[in-house]
T-cell receptor
């Protein structure tokens, strides 16, 4: 099993639909992150969580929500998807003392 | 807000050539990381540099952290087609309670056979 698993890997949806992207990890790390990647804009932090009871907004949290159901699971939701949320989304876990991240393989979301 | 500027944004070179990618900021970082990302995959950590002036080598890749810990460079010697990918630098801010990495926008490298 991959250390960080994201589902779905690809999703096409319509404007206004609710979407959930799921992330699970097998490493037992406390800190989990959701990033968005757009061409030319790099990786931008959406939300991060230090444990089940600790959720924090990142740089671009508007339009998104998250849920940390368990130490191993961190879900990202778009309550009402819009076209400019079309992007590649990555879940990551913090694995090192100096903040190194281990990323999942990504979820490509297209909002029509 | 701490910013990391990477240059060049795009780089296309012939196999066997050398290249250098730069990552610059006006802010001080406690550490700096380099990642490589291939199409359809997540970024993968290559190296972390922590000490000002530190140089680390990973086969044909040489990473350097600036003396003032505000900038870094990645030098690839005799590039190979397998080096093709997006290279990202990421800085860990100085100071207690700073848990968010700042990412550069990346350098897209194409190595042509």
């Amino acid at each position: 099993d991959a250390d960080v698993t994201q589902t779905p890997r690809n999703r096409i949806t319509k404007t206004g639909k609710r979407i959930m992207l799921e992330c699970s990890q097998t490493k037992g790390h406390d800190r989990m992150y959701w990033y968005r990647q757009d061409p030319g804009l790099g990786l931008r932090l959406i939300y991060y969580s230090f444990d089940v009871k600790d959720i924090n907004k990142g740089e671009i949290s508007d339009g998104y929500s998250v849920s940390r159901q368990a130490q191993a699971k961190f879900s990202l939701s778009l309550e009402s998807a819009i076209p400019n949320q079309t992007a590649l989304y990555f879940c990551a876990i913090k694995q090192g003392a100096t903040g190194e991240l281990f990323f999942g393989e990504g979820s490509r979301l297209t909002v029509l | 807000t701490q910013l990391l500027e990477q240059s060049p944004q795009f780089l296309s070179i012939q196999e066997g050539e050398n290249l250098t990618v730069y990552c610059n900021s006006s802010s001080v970082f406690s550490s700096l990381q380099w990642y490589r990302q291939e199409p359809g995959e997540g970024p993968v950590l290559l190296v972390t540099v922590v000490t000002g002036g530190e140089v680390k080598k990973l086969k044909r890749l040489t990473f350097q952290f600036g003396d003032a810990r505000k900038d870094s460079s990645l030098h690839i010697t005799a590039a190979q087609t397998g080096d093709t990918g997006l290279y990202l630098c990421a800085g860990a801010p100085s100071g207690a309670g700073s848990y968010q990495l700042t990412f550069g926008k990346g350098t897209k490298l194409s190595v042509i056979p």
